[in-house]
């Protein structure tokens, strides 16, 4: 089977092609239909009705319901272990080719209905335009990506020959996975997790955030449309608590993988590693847990670039992606300058519903993460000095206005914790090279991005800033699949790679085969 060289799916150009803008106005009003509908469990491919109900609200319009989903209790769970289980000993020898068709006919459909699955993206984590339509580009560039990488690794691999031996490597899946995505990127990162997984054989039981199952429901119809057997994936809203830990506890569940809080991952790494009962294996985690990122501003950078390349990462999704921007750490010389600067962009920053296309800021998720930024932003204003900011935006969701607070020390709470909202501190470095030591003063490894003209510094960036992804003279946020491999280091999780050619060996193992021929 041979495929074209692997390209990532265009972005959408709302403001210049307006092809693209009707067809995403016409999906909003069609969502906007679709809203409120009911959703069951699918183990196995049955469709599950429980009694016990998960709300999905819009963020936007707080009353409003985006859809209601049946909730698995630790019984059910246990069910849909077992069933993947069940189901792996069929897919796991079906070959690489046709599970790696399965995913080229899912990203199909995603870029068939591309504004479809992005306006679904808007109501219920809201996403503005850009956001969401970048969301459903990464989810089709992973379906397009792992299916060749899949087809890569079924090829013979290199051995050293031995003489009077036949010996072959093949990549084997592990087993059933469960695969625990956010609500930040709802359908990228969870059809992330899920593809790597079922491209190599393993099965799966997908428990979406709590705050967003509409999104995970709706890339779970996709692989249904695309020919996927039942049972290779199984559909399971739950409470991440009590019924998430029997997902992650189960003795028949080989690996987990897992976007989310620091908090979460460790607790999800350290009961993974206890032996249940009846358990064969040591189980692999495959954990992205966040982090605390910064843009460097050098005294000889291009300051226009840099407050264009921090803005935008600080505040792009209302500040809440593990790789946004929450530190600028700026040379003393330029500070002055750049705060300047700084302030006048942010203030231009459109906040409101993001169903308005003009809007650059929606709301953020719920009413507990409001409720915790803001208790950050009160911090902040005894830690440092606010620039602009600092308040509710106004309307029927949970909106906040773009936050900058200034004079932050560099082991302050608001310069050390993640707040995951749109709250940017900024730091002032007597120089270069203190403004990399504070950069590495976190507990955190994830993103980073340095501004400054002179090459020397950006070599020293690239040997000294210890992140897993960084960037020299662009913002920290934006991967792509294929040219980015995301992961970072530290407390931001086990550095796995997403979209890059080490990230589908992590849901595999290597079986060596050694034959001694006749003589």
Excluded at 14 to 28: D, G, H
Excluded at 141 to 152: K, N, P, T, V
Excluded at 230 to 255: E, I, K, M, W
Aim: glycine share 10%.
């Amino acid at each position: 089977m041979q495929l074209p060289e692997f390209k990532n799916e265009p972005l959408s150009d709302f403001k210049n092609n307006p092809e693209q803008f009707r067809r995403m106005k016409e999906a909003i009003e069609q969502v906007g239909r679709e809203l409120g509908r009911e959703y069951n469990l699918v183990i196995g491919g049955e469709r599950v009705k429980t009694a016990s109900k998960l709300i999905s609200y819009d963020p936007s319009q707080k009353d409003r319901v985006v859809g209601v989903f049946s909730k698995a209790d630790a019984a059910l769970a246990d069910r849909a272990i077992r069933t993947a289980d069940e189901v792996f000993r069929t897919w796991s020898r079906t070959p690489a080719e046709e599970r790696a068709q399965l995913l080229l006919r899912t990203g199909k459909i995603l870029r068939e209905r591309k504004y479809y699955y992005a306006a679904w993206l808007v109501y219920e984590v809201g996403k503005s335009w850009p956001e969401a339509d970048a969301d459903v580009a990464e989810s089709i560039d992973f379906a397009d990506f792992y299916s060749r990488e899949m087809l890569r690794l079924d090829q013979p691999q290199r051995l050293t020959p031995v003489p009077g031996e036949k010996n072959y490597l093949r990549y084997i899946p592990l087993g059933v996975g469960a695969v625990i995505p956010p609500w930040n990127f709802p359908m990228a990162i969870l059809a992330g997790m899920t593809l790597a997984s079922i491209v190599t054989g393993n099965t799966v039981v997908l428990k979406p955030s709590s705050d967003s199952p509409a999104v995970g429901y709706k890339f779970f119809e996709a692989l249904e449309q695309a020919g996927m057997p039942a049972g290779v994936v199984n559909f399971c809203p739950c409470p991440g608590g009590s019924v998430g830990d029997v997902l992650v506890g189960h003795p028949q569940t080989r690996y987990v993988a897992f976007t989310g809080s620091k908090d979460v991952g460790l607790h999800i790494n350290e009961l993974a590693a206890k032996t249940a009962l009846g358990q064969l294996w040591i189980k692999r985690v495959v954990a992205e847990m966040g982090g605390k990122d910064s843009i460097v501003v050098d005294s000889e950078a291009d300051l226009e670039a840099a407050v264009e390349g921090v803005t935008i990462a600080a505040f792009g999704y209302q500040g809440q992606k593990c790789s946004a921007c929450s530190r600028a750490i700026v040379d003393e010389k330029v500070y002055d300058a750049f705060l300047e600067k700084l302030k006048v962009r942010v203030e231009k920053i459109k906040v409101g519903s993001p169903t308005d296309p003009e809007t650059f800021m929606g709301p953020v998720i719920n009413a507990s993460s409001k409720k915790s930024i803001q208790e950050y932003i009160e911090i902040g204003k005894q830690e440092g000095r606010l620039i602009t900011g600092g308040g509710e935006a106004p309307g029927p969701g949970y909106f906040l206005q773009p936050t900058v607070i200034a004079d932050v020390p560099p082991k302050a709470r608001i310069a050390q914790e993640e707040i995951f909202g749109p709250v940017l501190a900024v730091i002032k470095a007597k120089d270069y090279d203190e403004a990399m030591e504070i950069a590495n003063n976190t507990e955190y490894g994830l993103t980073g991005a340095v501004y400054t003209k002179n090459r020397r510094k950006l070599e020293k960036a690239a040997e000294e800033f210890f992140v897993g992804n960084l960037y020299l003279n662009r913002k920290c946020t934006g991967a792509l699949v294929g040219a980015h491999p995301f992961g970072g280091f530290n407390m931001s999780g086990t550095d796995s790679k997403g979209g890059g050619q080490d990230y589908l060996l992590l849901f595999t193992q290597a079986k060596t085969i050694a034959e001694r021929l006749a003589p």
